[in-house]
């Protein structure tokens, strides 16, 4: 089992700036790919960056020139740095972990994280 643990969520006025970060533990050794996906009221879940071991990575068009994944394999630790918000950013964010390839979808994903919010708002 693999354990997540997401924190840097909060408030942010438009073209402001956040990152968040995603610890795991347990039995790392068997993930391949993290994620993170958000989660807008009344929408679906989608994966907005993901990296993978070999620290390739994927971003979703809308946030692409605005966000970086980047992972720091000592510490096990996923972050996002988010730039240049907009309030349609606004979302409750989840790290995932996946045994497979990085792959958009849900489904793909094997283990997630609580979730934090993030607001953009004057």
């Known amino acids: 089992q693999v354990q997540l643990v997401e924190s840097g969520g909060g408030l942010v006025p438009p073209g402001g700036s956040l990152r968040l970060s995603c610890a795991a533990s347990?039995?790392?050794?068997?993930?391949?790919?993290m994620g993170w996906f958000r989660q807008a009221p009344g929408k679906d879940r989608e994966l907005v960056a993901g990296?993978?071991?070999?620290?390739?990575?994927y971003y979703a068009e809308s946030v692409k020139g605005r966000f970086t994944i980047s992972r720091a394999s000592a510490k096990n630790t996923v972050h996002l740095q988010m730039n240049s918000l907009k309030p349609e950013d606004t979302a409750v964010y989840y790290c995932?972990?996946?045994?497979?390839?990085?792959?958009?979808?849900?489904?793909?994903?094997?283990?997630w994280g609580q979730g934090t919010q993030v607001t953009v708002s004057s």
């Open positions: 347990g039995a790392v050794l068997d993930i391949n790919a």
């Open positions: 990296i993978t071991r070999s620290d390739s990575t």
């Open positions: 995932a972990a996946t045994r497979n390839y990085l792959r958009t979808k849900m489904v793909d994903y094997d283990y």
